[in-house]
């Protein structure tokens, strides 16, 4: 999902943006619909999928890394079919669009250097850049947790959720501290989506507990302690703000876990 424009470029061209600190604990959500508050997304339960099997890469090729990601992607699918589907939504799948080199146009616009992966509402369409580092190592949790990110704003497509948060707050040319904490809320989302599903599919993956403890420490804002905020900040969230979410997502296994949109505003800073 592109954050909205301005917070895009500041982020990528000036880096610091903000220093202050966090909001009154005792801060409440604003209101918001009904289509994002009250969902009948939470009330699905447990994802479908208990097991996703990844497949091997031991060559480091292009061809291996994208054979990968789109196994992951038939994991997502059988995991959050039956979920989209209860909660009274008709499911249709991501395309999975992997690419090599920057400069990439989509839908919704040119991918932007300095991210990973994106979300294009306007095709349902997943972009994901092959870097050379991505390419010997597609294996890292951190890689399987950025494309379940991304399926996760594309379960909030499905849901409704993502309709009214692009009319909210993305694509904007002007800016506020209203919209950048839309911003938060539905990437927040989208990050406890993405751990509802790797905590569902965990005991499946073999791999050791470490692999989660270093996902869950991130290389985040290294000033953050400092009370000074970044691009990155202000569109998905502090570290502390992350580590809350993905903990809650992989201990649920569920949705129910993910109402980013009423919680305080200390939880989406």
């Not at 301005?6 to 600190?21: C, I, K, N, W």
């Not at 800016?175 to 839309?182: A, K, L, Q, T, W």
């Not at 993956?205 to 270093?214: A, E, M, N, V, Y």
Request: aromatic share 10%; glycine share 8%; with cysteine.
């Amino acid at each position: 999902m592109r954050i909205p424009r301005l917070a895009l470029m500041a982020g990528a061209m000036v880096g610091v943006l903000f220093a202050g600190t966090a909001p009154a604990a005792a801060s409440s959500a604003p209101s918001y619909k009904p289509v994002l508050t009250k969902n009948a997304l939470y009330k699905t339960g447990k994802l479908g999928a208990t097991a996703c099997e990844e497949p091997q890469v031991q060559n480091g090729t292009v061809e291996e890394a994208e054979y990968y990601f789109q196994a992951v992607m038939e994991c997502l699918d059988k995991a959050w079919s039956p979920i989209v589907k209860k909660a009274g939504y008709r499911f249709t799948k991501s395309k999975l669009t992997v690419f090599t080199k920057l400069g990439v146009n989509t839908p919704c616009g040119r991918f932007e250097a300095g991210a990973q992966a994106m979300y294009c509402e306007k095709n349902k369409g997943m972009y994901f850049f092959l870097s050379e580092d991505i390419v010997e190592e597609p294996t890292d949790l951190a890689l399987m947790q950025v494309l379940a990110h991304e399926y996760g704003h594309h379960v909030q497509e499905l849901t409704g959720i993502g309709k009214e948060t692009t009319k909210r707050f993305y694509y904007k040319t002007k800016v506020n501290d209203s919209i950048m904490e839309g911003v938060r809320r539905s990437e927040l989302q989208a990050q406890c989506l993405s751990a509802a599903f790797v905590g569902r599919v965990w005991n499946s993956l073999g791999r050791p507990d470490t692999d989660w403890s270093i996902l869950l420490k991130g290389s985040h804002n290294p000033v953050a302690a400092l009370g000074v905020r970044n691009g990155g900040d202000e569109s998905h969230g502090s570290q502390a703000g992350n580590k809350y979410w993905l903990e809650r997502g992989f201990k649920a296994q569920s949705a129910s876990a993910c109402n980013t949109w009423t919680a305080p505003k200390k939880r989406v800073y």
